[in-house]
């Protein structure tokens, strides 16, 4: 069965660190571009990472530019967010997809891991 | 970058059609043929409809179908049915600042 599942969510303060994963199997997961996409609870879809095939080459979204890195390990089937200097607005369910195409056609999405930020 | 611009609600009646929009700019929608909508239901992923504009992944019904004009694409659902009363999102390719993808503000389909 083709599948993503993420964990590594929970409660952190302001100004922590958190470290997302996201387990794929079912598929060749070293021929995708992998995604990160949060959501405000009640709120809409952000955008917020995602890294080439071999992890040459990352993008962010500009509200995480500098505190978050997108990682890889293709012989493990994972997929990682590395989260510093948390902030209240980054208090969100993430979930990693894959990229059906490497044109945003997120196919196969987790179920999500909750991060809240709160002191 | 701004997210894409939706209509916040619509809705329809069982067997009739409606159409949901999404506006951007010549940045990501119009300069661009990589628009995907997603569908989700409470407390579920998001559901992959349409990608590359106009293409239906293996699977989902013909009754979905994705269409764009200049800096606007729209996705059309046909022959509306109870189960598709959901949010539905927008997602475009951007080149505004990092090369990057942008999602929609989402839009709630009520079936009456």
Known sequence: EVQLVESGGGLVQPGGSLRLSCAASGFSFNNYWMTWVRQTPGKGLEWVAHIKQDGSRVHYVDSVEGRFTISRDNAKNSLYLQMHSLRAEDTAIYFCARDLRSTGSFDIWGQGTMVTVSS | ?112
Do not use: M
């Open chain 2, 1 to 112: 970058q701004s997210a894409l611009t939706q209509t916040a609600s619509v809705s329809g009646s069982p067997g009739q059609s409606i159409t949901i929009s999404c506006t951007g700019t010549s940045s990501d929608v119009g300069g661009y043929n990589y628009v995907s909508w997603y569908q989700q239901h409470p407390g579920k992923a998001p559901k992959l409809l349409i990608y590359d504009v106009t293409n239906r992944p293996s699977g989902v019904s013909n009754r979905f179908s994705g269409s764009k004009s200049g800096n606007t694409a729209s996705l059309t659902i046909s022959g509306l049915q109870a189960e598709d009363e959901a949010d539905y999102y927008c997602n475009s390719y951007t080149s505004s600042n990092t090369p990057a993808y942008v999602f929609g503000t989402g839009t709630k389909v009520t079936v009456l």
